[in-house]
């Protein structure tokens, strides 16, 4: 998700995440981002624009509820030390949506998601009664 107005440094960021084929989702302000943080489930909040600390703050803490992290892409910024955040962020929302994707529950083309009848009976009845007390 990245934040901030429109102008030069959005377009460039934007366009580097799309090439590496990251999702985008563009917002214009830090409240507007809050609101579709849940929604969007974005892996990293890039915010494009100084933002005042109780609205960067506030964006902090939405975006740690929903696991992404905060990064900051100044638009002084450019040659390698933009190119050293730009793939520092893309690397971070790969390795982030990797490891998401991994903890995801897995369910089978053949037999639907995981449900606690199927589980039980991959148990024996006996292994899920052992170690209950009278």
């Known amino acids: 998700m990245i934040v901030g107005p429109s102008g030069p440094n959005a377009e460039r960021v934007t366009a580097a995440l799309e090439q590496a084929r990251v999702k985008v989702v563009r917002v214009g302000s830090s409240p507007v981002a809050c609101e579709k943080l849940a929604g969007a489930m974005p892996q ?6 100084r933002e005042l600390p109780p609205l960067k703050h506030e964006l902090e803490d939405r ?5 992404a992290l905060v990064m900051e892409v100044d638009e002084q910024l450019d040659g ?4 050293d955040i730009v793939n520092d962020i893309i690397t971070t929302a790969i390795t982030r949506k990797m ?3 991994e903890v995801a529950p897995k369910s089978s083309p053949d037999k ?5 009848e199927r589980n039980a009976e991959m148990l024996d009845g006996d292994e899920v009664d052992d170690g209950w007390e009278d």
């Open 44 to 49: 990293v909040v890039i915010l494009i624009a």
């Open 63 to 67: 975006a740690s509820a929903v696991g």
């Open 80 to 83: 390698d030390a933009y190119e």
């Open 99 to 101: 490891e998401r994707d």
């Open 112 to 116: 639907g998601p995981p449900s606690v």
